[in-house]
């Protein structure tokens, strides 16, 4: 197994645009869950897919959303983008059932200047 | 109040001495995990937990379900421990989530 892979691992973009970041996760893991981890603070889950389809969402504006595809991939779009949007994004799979643990990525760091 | 408390906040101690960093939490959980993450931001699952007490090498987690309540322990600390601690339960109905505590912070000094 190869582990959850992130892209990009940094980016700098300007408040009102638009950015799509990305997370590779194992084969199987069928479940996967975005977080956004500002400075200092725990994590707070953004939204969760299984199976293609959203089935969680935290209290972020409908201005984040996401997409999981069939090879195991997804990503997360945040649209005008402000500048408390900068944190470090991670991206969390595992596979179905309450017995199986999180493999997390390494993370996303956005920066909104 | 947080789903999750975390305590303490940070914490420095010398190499050697046994660390321990506690969890309360006040939701229903199927499981809590405890995570490591380092400077650069990567997240590493140390533990899950749903009863009693698992160990791996010098860490061991406990976990009451009755009280709400986990522990992580580090035995003979060293300064390679000094990390980010991470407590986090999966909880919810349906699709389930992982809700975080606001991190331990941990330098162990040589």
């Known amino acids: 197994e190869t582990g959850v892979t992130q892209s990009p691992t940094h980016l700098i973009k300007t408040r009102g645009q638009q950015v799509t970041l990305r997370c590779s996760s194992q084969?199987?893991?069928?479940?996967v869950s975005w977080y956004q981890q500002a400075l200092g603070q725990g994590p707070q889950f953004i939204f969760q897919?299984?199976?293609?389809?959203?089935?969680g969402r935290g209290n972020f504006p409908p201005r984040f959303s996401g997409l999981q595809f069939p090879n195991y991939s997804s990503e997360l779009n945040v649209n005008a983008l402000e500048l408390d949007d900068s944190a470090l994004y991670l991206c969390?799979?595992?596979?179905?059932?309450?017995?199986?643990?999180?493999?997390f990525g390494s993370g996303t760091r956005l920066t909104v200047v | 109040k947080n789903e999750v408390e975390q305590s303490p906040q940070n914490l420095t101690a010398q190499e050697g001495e046994f660390i321990t960093i506690n969890c309360s939490y006040s939701?229903?959980?199927?499981?809590l995990h405890w995570l490591q993450q380092h400077p650069g931001g990567g997240i590493v699952s140390l533990f899950m937990?749903?009863?009693g007490k698992k160990k791996h090498g010098r860490l061991i987690a406990t976990i009451n379900i009755q009280e709400k309540h986990s522990s992580l322990h580090i035995t003979a600390s060293h300064p390679r421990d000094s990390a980010v601690y991470i407590c986090?339960?999966?909880?919810?109905?349906?699709?389930?989530?992982?809700?975080f505590g606001q991190g331990t912070r941990l330098t162990i000094n040589p």
């Open positions: 986090a339960v999966r909880s919810g109905q349906g699709a389930q989530k992982l809700v």
């Open positions: 969390a799979s595992r596979r179905t059932g309450t017995h199986y643990g999180y493999t």
């Open positions: 897919y299984y199976r293609e389809e959203e089935n």
């Open positions: 939701v229903g959980i199927s499981a």
């Open positions: 084969s199987g893991h069928n479940t």
């Open positions: 937990l749903s009863s």
